[in-house]
């Protein structure tokens, strides 16, 4: 079992940003950020392969996150700027146990392990 650790959640106001990061014990993975608003589906949000190299976002989130990793300390960040009130989620880091350093997805089926969440307010 690999356990996702994440953090830096919180409340912000609109144009505001916040860092969200995720920590995985043990190797590397592809990693992932979903998000799920009240009543609504788990959506993705950006995707990042093993090496880092290859990077995926959602159109909703284009040009204002922006996803890294740190393999040294198997942490992976979201940098969310420019936040509006439609990004008020939960969000989810995943772990993809793929041994493709090239490979992203956006769908959440391909994700092997999950975080318990960690909740973003945008207030307007």
């Known amino acids: 079992q690999v356990q996702l650790v994440e953090s830096g959640g919180g409340l912000v106001q609109a144009g505001g940003s916040l860092r969200l990061s995720c920590a995985a014990a043990?190797?590397?993975?592809?990693m992932g950020w979903f998000r799920q608003a009240p009543g609504k589906e788990r959506d993705f949000v950006a995707a990042?392969?093993?090496?880092?190299?290859?990077?995926a976002y959602a159109d909703s989130v284009k040009a204002r996150f922006t996803i890294s990793r740190d393999n040294a300390k198997n942490t992976v960040y979201l940098q969310m700027n420019s936040l509006k009130p439609e990004d008020t989620a939960l969000y989810y880091c995943?772990?993809?146990?793929?041994?493709?350093?090239?490979?992203?997805?956006?769908?959440?089926?391909?994700?092997?392990?999950w975080g318990q969440g960690t909740q973003v307010t945008v207030s307007s």
């Open positions: 995943a772990a993809d146990f793929t041994l493709d350093f090239n490979r992203v997805s956006v769908s959440a089926a391909s994700y092997d392990y």
């Open positions: 043990g190797r590397t993975f592809s």
């Open positions: 990042i392969s093993r090496g880092g190299g290859k990077t």
